[in-house]
């Protein structure tokens, strides 16, 4: 009798493995035949350079220098879906953008939501705005400024400029959304091919 029980559990683990395999196969498959994000506009890097785009991490670091000698930074990574009507993409990039200039160790950052506006690109939304005596500061005592939302709205109109003269603009915004939801769905398959892996070799 022992031996029977141990015959019918492995034949049901058999059958669940099975079953898994194959809803595997077809989550895959689906995620290629899909091409979700294939058709999307490209956008541009601009000047800016991928300094970190590592395939086990979610996030990405961009770099550039301005010929003013302007240093700028860009972090992003995806964050919670938006559900914005008819939006090409299901989640928001949020990024941090920080600007040095040449010969001051203080900074300018800005902390940014960017979103779909359905088939007309990208929308960048500024969060927060931060001056950073020193890169090194870690004082609590410096005066955090209001709100964002809070500013007159002339202000955040010019803030905004600023950072698309800095080379955060749409098309930018673009490729940043693009890139980061392209590589999302990457390490997805590439979880997916590994349960697979390790599925099929188990069945064996």
Same mark, same amino acid.
């Given at each position: +009798?022992?031996?029977? %029980?141990?015959? !019918?559990?492995?034949? /049901? /683990?058999?059958?669940? @493995?099975? #079953?898994?395999?194959?809803? !595997?196969?077809?989550?895959?498959?689906?995620?290629?035949?899909?091409? /979700?994000?294939? $058709?999307?506009?490209?956008?541009? !890097?601009?000047?800016?350079?991928? #300094?970190? $785009?590592?395939?086990?991490?979610?996030?990405?670091?961009?770099?550039?220098?301005?010929?003013?000698?302007?240093?700028?930074?860009?972090?992003?990574?995806?964050?919670?879906? %938006?559900?914005?009507?008819?939006?090409?993409?299901?989640?928001?990039?949020?990024?941090?953008?920080?600007?040095?200039?040449?010969?001051?160790?203080?900074?300018?950052?800005?902390?940014?939501?960017?979103? &779909?506006?359905? #088939? @007309?690109?990208?929308?960048? @939304?500024?969060?927060?705005?931060?001056?950073?005596?020193?890169?090194?500061?870690? $004082?609590?005592?410096?005066?955090?400024?209001?709100?964002?939302?809070?500013? $007159?709205?002339? !202000?955040? @109109?010019?803030?905004?400029?600023?950072?698309? &003269?800095?080379?955060?603009?749409?098309?930018?915004?673009?490729?940043?959304?693009?890139?980061?939801?392209?590589?999302?769905?990457?390490?997805?398959?590439?979880?997916?091919?590994?349960?697979?892996? +390790?599925?099929?070799?188990? #069945?064996?």
């Amino acid at each position: +009798m022992p031996r029977v %029980t141990t015959v !019918l559990r492995n034949t /049901r /683990r058999a059958i669940q @493995d099975l #079953d898994l395999l194959k809803v !595997l196969q077809s989550e895959i498959t689906h995620e290629h035949s899909s091409n /979700r994000f294939q $058709d999307k506009q490209n956008g541009s !890097l601009g000047d800016f350079v991928l #300094d970190w $785009d590592s395939p086990q991490s979610q996030d990405v670091v961009l770099r550039k220098k301005c010929e003013s000698g302007e240093e700028v930074a860009v972090s992003a990574l995806l964050g919670p879906e %938006t559900f914005k009507g008819e939006s090409s993409f299901p989640r928001e990039a949020l990024m941090k953008v920080c600007i040095k200039k040449p010969g001051l160790s203080s900074i300018l950052q800005f902390d940014c939501g960017v979103s &779909s506006k359905g #088939d @007309d690109g990208s929308e960048l @939304d500024i969060h927060n705005a931060y001056y950073i005596p020193s890169s090194t500061s870690l $004082d609590s005592s410096i005066y955090k400024a209001p709100s964002y939302s809070s500013l $007159d709205p002339h !202000l955040q @109109d010019e803030l905004k400029n600023y950072l698309v &003269s800095k080379g955060i603009e749409e098309s930018f915004t673009n490729f940043l959304l693009l890139h980061l939801h392209r590589k999302e769905q990457g390490q997805y398959v590439n979880w997916l091919r590994k349960l697979e892996e +390790m599925v099929a070799q188990g #069945d064996e």
